[in-house]
């Protein structure tokens, strides 16, 4: 079954509004959950590296403030794309790994399409 | 830099055709993770197979089979007598982590789209 839950699976908005996903390890605790982001019939790109308790570290070109996250806890990390224009629709889907030494690979979520009118 | 190509962008083959996906990866580290996931319509992303780089030995599940070849940088996955079932997206991915703490984002392949016709 899966081990990493994403939600919601699938929104659609108007231009300017504010936008959360989340993303929840099952069953285990995650230090480390990963955002990407995918553009149709596009690979996954790496967004940021989102570390529990502390700040997320962004890949280049990838605005901190347009694309707030939040891992307040071992399960949860939040995605929250801010003022959200056509530009950001996407398929935006996180992964989760085992605490440091569990020598797992990544559990990724089932994603979150986004569409932006 | 760390790079993954996946030179075929589309292939298509009829059921029970064996069917190849190259992946070639360029890294400077000694010690690295190679993967391959594989993304059906749905979107969700199914783990496949994880390799490190100490390990050259080829591996079948099933229907599946990986080649390591360090020696040409290359993660081929093959998929014997294909099914409908099998029509997805697979991407190469490759991380590096040098004290095997796997921990280190995934550098992706942009991906070949595998069509199988009944």
């Known amino acids: 079954g899966a081990v990493v839950s994403q939600h919601p699976s699938w929104v659609i908005c108007k231009s300017g509004t504010s936008v959360k996903i989340e993303c929840r390890s099952l069953d285990f605790q995650a230090t480390t959950m990963f955002w990407y982001r995918q553009f149709p019939k596009q690979s996954l790109m790496l967004m940021a590296t989102?570390?529990?308790?502390?700040?997320?570290?962004?890949e280049q070109g990838v605005e901190k403030d347009k694309f707030l996250i939040n891992h307040a806890s071992l399960t949860l990390s939040t995605l929250t794309v801010t003022s959200a224009h056509p530009e950001d629709s996407s398929f935006y889907i996180c992964?989760?790994?085992?605490?440091?030494?569990?020598?797992?690979?990544?559990?990724f979520g089932d994603g979150t399409r986004l569409s932006i009118l | 830099a760390q790079k993954v190509t996946q030179a075929q962008t589309e292939i298509s083959v009829v059921e029970k055709e064996d069917v190849t996906l190259d992946c070639v990866y360029e890294t400077r580290d000694t010690t690295y993770y190679l993967f391959w996931y594989k993304q059906p319509p749905s979107g969700e992303l199914v783990f496949l197979i994880r390799?490190?780089?100490?390990?050259?030995q080829n591996e079948i599940s099933g229907r599946y089979s990986w080649n390591f070849q360090k020696s040409t940088s290359s993660f081929n996955f093959t998929i014997t007598a294909s099914q409908v079932v099998d029509s997805a997206v697979y991407f190469c991915a490759l991380s590096e982590s040098a004290n095997a703490i796997n921990t280190d984002k995934l550098i992706f392949g942009t991906g070949t789209r595998l069509q199988v016709f009944p």
């Open positions: 992964s989760a790994v085992l605490t440091v030494y569990s020598n797992q690979p990544q559990h």
């Open positions: 390799r490190n780089s100490f390990d050259e």
């Open positions: 989102s570390n529990e308790g502390s700040k997320a570290t962004y």
